[in-house]
């Protein structure tokens, strides 16, 4: 089992920044990627960013270049930097950890982003 807690959320004007974290606990050494996923209210959940433990990254074409994913393997703690924010980025934001054995996925309980304009 792996327990995710997310933080960082906040109400923030467009243009400007935020910085999401999310720490695991339980059986992290089993953890392959983290990242994260985002749903718009009436909107599907669409990958925002990933990490793979090597440090493969992968990202939605909406937030390349604005958002940066980092990974501290010994924090076992994933980072979400999102720059120049847009009100369509507003969404609750999930954190997500994919172990491999078992291959299951780990959810956070999401943190609530809106951006203002």
């Known amino acids: 089992q792996v327990q995710l807690v997310e933080s960082g959320g906040d109400l923030v004007q467009a243009g400007g920044s935020l910085r999401l974290s999310c720490a695991a606990s339980?059986?992290?050494?089993?953890?392959?990627?983290m990242g994260w996923y985002r749903q718009a209210p009436g909107k599907q959940r669409d990958l925002v960013a990933e990490?793979?433990?090597?440090?493969?990254?992968n990202y939605a074409d909406t937030v390349k270049g604005r958002f940066t994913i980092s990974r501290d393997n010994a924090k076992n703690t994933v980072y979400l930097q999102m720059n120049s924010l847009k009100p369509e980025d507003t969404a609750v934001y999930s954190c997500?950890?994919?172990?491999?054995?078992?291959?299951?996925?780990?959810w956070g309980q999401g943190t609530q982003v809106t951006v203002s304009s």
């Open positions: 997500y950890a994919r172990t491999v054995y078992p291959n299951h996925d780990y």
């Open positions: 339980g059986s992290t050494s089993s953890i392959n990627i």
């Open positions: 990490v793979a433990r090597r440090g493969t990254t």
